[in-house]
């Protein structure tokens, strides 16, 4: 069980290190914007207050668009599937993965902040306060985007799996998701890579898991993967 978490942890942090270069455009956006508002008040006389909520807003968005980033990737490469055949349990994933974009958020906000501050005119006194204080805060921001994020996925009706499917296949997996969901209908994509889903707006959570747990076996029992 040791090694097993071990492992887990290790592929967190490889995606996380993939995911780096995504991290880097984004607060390179920060940059930017950062220049931008600079520029667009600099004969306004204001405090030191305005560019750190400035900056503080910027970093919640941040935060959620690097969130949704990995959560609809890890959705359209299938891995919910994966999560759900693990020995672990979700939450723990979840939480693993959490703070693994934690970790990469706090490093690449470290390296840029020196330029931020000299950007938007902030004093160096406040460098280590305003990374300690990000540093206590974002953490529960990548929780906080992780909801929103799994909500916003979950509105989501397409799923997909790594190998392409034979028409004899397709028609058979048709054939049962009618049969087990009645009240849904299925359509598989160009390729056969995956399908799309319609059901009722007003469906829960709950019928979407059902029906990626459904999927996910699919694939599993005919071998398909």
Not at 54 to 64: A, D, G, K, V
Not at 94 to 106: A, G, S
Not at 170 to 192: A, D, Q, T
């Amino acid at each position: 069980m040791i090694r097993n978490l071990f492992k887990l942890f290790g592929n967190e942090f490889l995606l996380m290190a993939k995911g780096s270069i995504f991290t880097l455009v984004i607060y390179s956006l920060l940059l930017i914007s950062s220049s931008i508002f600079a520029l667009s008040l600099r004969h306004i006389s204001f405090g030191i207050e305005i560019p750190i909520a400035f900056l503080w807003i910027m970093i919640f968005f941040i935060t959620l668009i690097k969130v949704e980033k990995v959560y609809s990737t890890d959705f359209s490469e299938s891995k919910l599937q994966q999560y759900t055949l693990s020995p672990f349990a979700l939450e723990l994933i979840i939480f693993i993965k959490n703070i693994m974009i934690y970790i990469n958020l706090i490093i690449v906000f470290f390296i840029f902040s020196p330029l931020l501050l000299i950007i938007l005119n902030i004093p160096f006194s406040y460098f280590f306060s305003i990374n300690l204080l990000l540093a206590l805060s974002l953490l529960s921001i990548v929780f906080i985007s992780s909801i929103t994020a799994s909500i916003t996925i979950s509105k989501n009706n397409r799923f997909y799996w790594q190998n392409k499917l034979t028409l004899h296949d397709i028609h058979f997996m048709e054939c049962l998701f009618i049969f087990e969901f009645p009240k849904c209908r299925f359509r598989p994509v160009s390729g056969n890579t995956g399908c799309v889903i319609h059901f009722d707006e007003a469906a829960d959570h709950s019928l979407f898991s059902q029906i990626t747990s459904w999927i996910g076996d699919f694939l599993v029992i005919s071998d398909c993967q």
